[in-house]
């Protein structure tokens, strides 16, 4: 069983950055694909970002490319989103999520595990 807890949600102006935390318990952590997802209000969730187990591969939604950033720490049983350039439409609960595949899958559905969320709202 994985716990992931996120954190480093809040408000921020259009333009700011945020860097979102998520920190998992459990001892196979280092095994876990790992991945964010976002749902705004009304909508459905949708994938953001993911990194393999290795951390040698990542994968971005468009919308995000070029201005977030998915990272890990295996050490800390950690991974992170740094982002930057943000925007109005980045509003959202941002969760993550781990894969006991390993892998880094933009589906829902290959996540074990997600965490309860933290919200984002960024104003124009």
């Known amino acids: 069983q994985v716990q992931l807890v996120e954190s480093g949600g809040g408000l921020v102006q259009a333009g700011g950055s945020l860097r979102l935390s998520c920190a998992a318990s459990?001892?196979?952590?280092?095994?876990?694909?790992m991945g964010w997802f976002r749902q705004a209000a009304g909508k459905e969730r949708e994938f953001v970002a993911a990194i393999s187990w290795t951390g040698g591969y990542t994968y971005y939604v468009d919308s995000v490319e070029g201005r977030f950033t998915i990272s890990r720490d295996n050490a800390k049983n950690t991974v992170y989103l740094q982002m930057n350039s943000l925007k109005p439409d980045d509003t959202a609960v941002y969760y993550c999520?781990?894969?006991?595949?390993?892998?880094?899958?933009?589906?829902?559905?290959?996540?074990?595990?997600w965490g309860q969320g933290t919200q984002v709202t960024v104003s124009s």
């Open positions: 459990g001892r196979t952590f280092s095994r876990y694909g």
């Open positions: 999520a781990a894969d006991r595949g390993g892998l880094a899958s933009a589906r829902p559905n290959d996540y074990d595990y």
